[in-house]
Every structure is written in C-alpha cells, then in structure tokens.
C-alpha cells in the first residue's frame, strides 16, 4: 500500500512540479537576475533546514542523529507536496520519532512541545519585527503600528468572547489549556537543561530569518531591497496563509503571497513576482526531487 501511494505521489509531484516552472518561466527571469544574490538566496535557503534539525533534536526525549533527521525536514517537502497543510510532515515525524523508540502519545507530545515553542518564538520576533518597522524612518510602510493596535484589540476582543461565551470556553479549554497541560512535564524536563534550550531558541529562530534572509536575496536579485525586519513578517504571514489553504504544498497560495507581501513593501509588482517564484523555486520546488530520494532512503533504512 505504501509502494502504491508513494508511486502515485511521485506522479503527481513531477507533473505539478513540470506545470509550475513551466508557467512561472523560471529559466529567463534567472538569466536576468543578478547571480550573485541568487547563489546566495540558495545558501539562506538552507538555513531554515538546520534550525528545524536542531530544535527538533534539542526538544527531543531521545537522542537523534543529526543525517537522518536532515534527512526527515528534507523528506518532509515531498510529502508536504501531496498533502493539504503539511500533515503529512507531521504524520511522518510522527513515525519516525516512534521508530526511535518513542511511544505515540510521547512521539505526538514532543511535535507538539516542538510547534508551541515555535509558535512563541514566531510570535516574539513578529513583535520584535513591527516595533522594528514602526521606529524606521525609511520604512515604505506605514502601518505597522496600527496593524499592531489592531492585533491587541482582536486579542483583547477574543478574550472577551472565551470568558462570555460557554462554548468557546469549552473550545479554548479543549484546544489550548488542556494540550498544554498534557505537554508541560515533558517541557519542564527540557526547561532544565539550558543549552538545549539555547539550541531549540536559536533553531526556531533559524527558520523565519533563513526564509526572510533568501527572500532579501532574491528581492535584491532583481533589483529590490526591502528592509529584512519587513521580509520577515511577510515570510510569516505567506506561512500563515499556506497552512489555512487546505491546498497540498500551499500551491499558488503562497506565491501569491508573498508576492503580495513584497508589494506592499514598494517593490514593483513584476519585481515581487520574480522574487516571489524564486524564493519559492529554492525554498520549495527544487527539493523535490533530493527530497524524494531522501524519503526512499529513509525508508530502506526503516527509518520512517
């Protein structure tokens, strides 16, 4: 059965993959770019890889090799490709936690400690990032600041909605409280060794700024310099936008997106396109096919 779906997924990534660069005409928007900056859009693209491995690895309860866990974030955007809002990653991290010898429900509680304490770190830097964007002058946006008042109304309105109405009390408790009830042991125990918590911090940090620094490279590939504090809360929100897009991979969604995002910073529409496929062709689309192979591989090894 797996052969079957692994076969049929494989089809389908090739045929989506042949119909993207096709249509985004990849070959002469990178005859036009600066080589420079696209080379080193491909190195930050790796970063990101290294930041999900050493949280992961920093967060586990076992000790995991560094290569195959690699292997696991590399494997992942393949099946992400086939699957709606990247549950078939989390499913495949599931497992392979599992043949590491963890229990489901501990396999399932350390993905969980991993996602939350990403979810605070994100929402720090997001912070961090509009405070950073208000203050700076050169900034071609303006609305930081009331975008920020407009998110701690909405907080301080969705507060009022859990304490007054009984069922989204019920709803906040059964998806908020009790999961972090369940994960806080577990997370009490890795609170007490600081340097893994140093690397879980710097991992999950990794990932939005590796993102945000291939996307500057590859606006400036075509001749755009957004500010990196402006990049990163558009590399957050295309993120945000792809997972409630129950599309496999986020395709079209995230494009959009970001190039959405890259015009609201005063980058030119065809410019933002650009930058846009090409973060997106270095970030996504060209890990396919290594990904594959590292997802056949991890299953040789009984890995997954």
Request: one cysteine or more; charged letters at 10%; aromatic letters at 6%.
């Amino acid at each position: 059965m797996w052969r079957v779906v692994l076969a049929v997924a494989t089809v389908v990534a090739l045929v989506v993959l042949a119909r993207r660069l096709e249509a985004a005409d990849l070959g002469e928007r990178l005859r036009s770019a600066d080589a420079r900056w696209v080379w080193a859009a491909a190195a930050c693209s790796l970063v990101p890889l290294f930041g999900n491995v050493a949280s992961m690895a920093a967060l586990s309860p076992v000790p995991l090799p560094v290569g195959r866990t690699a292997a696991l974030w590399l494997a992942t955007s393949f099946v992400n490709l086939v699957t709606p809002s990247s549950t078939g990653g989390v499913a495949l991290t599931v497992r392979f936690l599992q043949q590491r010898g963890l229990p489901l429900a501990v396999a399932a509680t350390t993905i969980g400690i991993v996602q939350s304490t990403s979810f605070v770190v994100t929402g720090l830097l997001i912070v961090g990032c509009l405070v950073a964007v208000g203050r700076d002058p050169d900034t071609a946006v303006s609305l930081p600041w009331p975008v920020l008042g407009a998110g701690v109304l909405l907080v301080l309105l969705g507060l009022l909605v859990v304490r007054s109405w009984p069922r989204a009390r019920r709803f906040a408790v059964d998806q908020v409280v009790r999961p972090v009830r369940a994960e806080w042991p577990a997370l009490r125990r890795v609170l007490t060794h600081p340097v893994r918590v140093v690397v879980a911090l710097a991992g999950h940090l990794a990932v939005p700024l590796g993102f945000a620094a291939t996307l500057a490279c590859c606006a400036r590939a075509v001749g755009g310099e957004p500010p990196v504090a402006l990049l990163v809360l558009v590399v957050v929100g295309s993120s945000a936008v792809t997972a409630a897009v129950p599309v496999p991979g986020g395709i079209g969604a995230s494009e959009a997106a970001l190039a959405a995002g890259l015009v609201a910073t005063g980058l030119g529409a065809e410019a933002a396109l650009s930058a846009a496929l090409l973060h997106r062709a270095l970030t996504f689309w060209l890990r396919v096919p290594p990904a594959w192979v590292a997802l056949l591989r991890l299953r040789r090894q009984r890995a997954v």
